[in-house]
C-alpha cells in the first residue's frame, strides 16, 4: 500500500540556518503530496502542497518540489526562525481523498 | 474564520466506560476523518465519511466506532475504553480529491 517516509528527528537547528527535512513516498499512481505543519498544542495546519510532477508548492518561506523520479517531496527553507519550531508532517493522498501521513519530524530552531 | 471543533481538549476516562469525542465543522465540507496521533507512529486513520449516515473503516478501527447523523458534526465512539486507546485524537473536514484537510486542536485522552 501506498507509504510515508520521513526523516528521523529531532531535528535542531540554530536561527537562520538552511532547513531540508527529506520526504519520500511509495504509491502505485500520481498521488498529490503535502506537507502539514503541528505547533505545540495544536491540531495540524496545512503549510503547501503539489498536485502533480515538478509542481512546487511553498508558504512562509517553506518550499518543497515534486520529483516524480526519485519519489520525494523534501521540505526546505532558506534561513529558519524560532518560531518554526515544531513538528511536520509529509503526506499523500492517492485514492478517495484519504491522506496517508508520514511519522513526523520535530524541528527544534535555538535563538 | 473556517473552523473544525473537538468538544474537549483534556479528557480523563476509566477503563470500561463509553466515550464520546465529538467534532463539529462550519465548512459545509462532504467529508471527515477521524485520525489518532502516537509519537513515532504519525497519524494513523480509524474511521472516515463522506457523507451523512456514511461511514468507512480507516486503517485502526478496531474497539471504535463512529456516527453521522448531520453533515457538520462526525462523533468518534470508544465503545470500551482501554489503556491502549490512550492517545491525542484528530478531527479533520475536507472539501474533496486532491484537497487538503482541515484539523481540529485536538483531544488528548487518557485512560486509567
Known amino acids: 500500500g501506498d507509504s510515508v517516509t520521513q526523516m528521523e528527528g529531532p531535528v535542531t537547528l540554530s536561527e537562520e540556518a538552511f532547513l531540508t527535512i527529506n520526504c519520500t513516498y511509495t504509491a502505485t499512481g500520481y498521488p498529490s503530496l503535502f506537507w502539514y505543519v503541528q505547533y505545540p498544542g495544536e491540531g495540524l495546519q496545512l503549510l503547501l502542497k503539489a498536485t502533480k510532477a515538478d509542481d512546487k508548492g511553498s508558504n512562509k518561506g517553506f518550499e518543497a518540489t515534486y520529483r516524480k523520479e526519485t519519489t520525494s517531496f523534501h521540505l526546505e527553507k532558506g534561513s529558519v526562525q524560532v518560531s518554526d519550531s515544531a513538528v511536520y508532517f509529509c503526506a499523500l493522498m492517492e485514492y478517495g481523498n484519504k491522506l496517508v501521513f508520514g511519522a513526523g519530524t520535530i524541528l527544534r530552531v535555538k535563538s | 474564520d473556517v473552523k473544525v471543533t473537538q468538544s474537549s481538549r483534556y479528557l480523563v476516562k476509566r477503563t470500561g466506560e463509553k466515550v464520546f469525542l465529538e467534532c463539529v465543522q462550519d465548512?459545509?465540507?462532504?467529508?471527515m476523518f477521524w485520525y489518532r496521533q502516537d509519537p513515532g507512529l504519525g497519524l494513523r486513520l480509524i474511521y472516515f465519511?463522506?457523507?451523512?449516515?456514511?461511514?468507512e473503516k480507516g486503517d485502526i478501527p478496531e474497539g471504535y466506532s463512529v456516527s453521522r447523523e448531520k453533515k457538520e458534526r462526525f462523533s468518534l465512539i470508544l465503545e470500551s475504553a482501554s489503556t491502549n486507546q490512550t492517545s491525542m485524537y484528530l478531527c479533520a473536514s475536507s472539501f474533496g480529491q486532491g484537497h487538503g484537510y482541515t484539523f481540529g486542536s485536538g483531544t488528548r485522552l487518557t485512560v486509567v
Open positions: 465548512m459545509d465540507h462532504e467529508n
Open positions: 465519511s463522506y457523507d451523512v449516515k456514511m461511514k
